[in-house]
């Protein structure tokens, strides 16, 4: 994993990190990003995995979770995304 870089935005924690796996793909990304946006006690966190198919080719997701503060804050990652 890079390092996190964390922002602050109109008074909301920013934080966001990308990830290569070096390998297919690795389920439990979604729970890491969770598991980030509690540890760092941020509002919005966005994780960048990179993974590779069975054809060697490589393939990005991106995974964002924010806090009910964030939510409340109408921070919508759906429309983001």
């Known amino acids: 994993m890079n390092d996190i870089r964390l922002a602050e935005h ?4 920013l934080g966001w990190t990308t990830l290569d796996t070096g390998r297919g793909f690795v389920t439990g990304m979604a729970s890491v990003a969770e598991e980030l946006l509690q540890l760092l006690d ?23 979770r924010c806090s009910a503060r964030a939510e409340g804050r109408a921070v919508d990652l759906h429309a983001i995304l």
């Open 42 to 64: 941020i509002d919005v966190v966005l994780l960048g995995v990179l993974h590779t198919n069975a054809k060697a080719q490589p393939f990005f997701s991106l995974i964002g």
């Open 10 to 13: 109109e008074g909301l924690h």
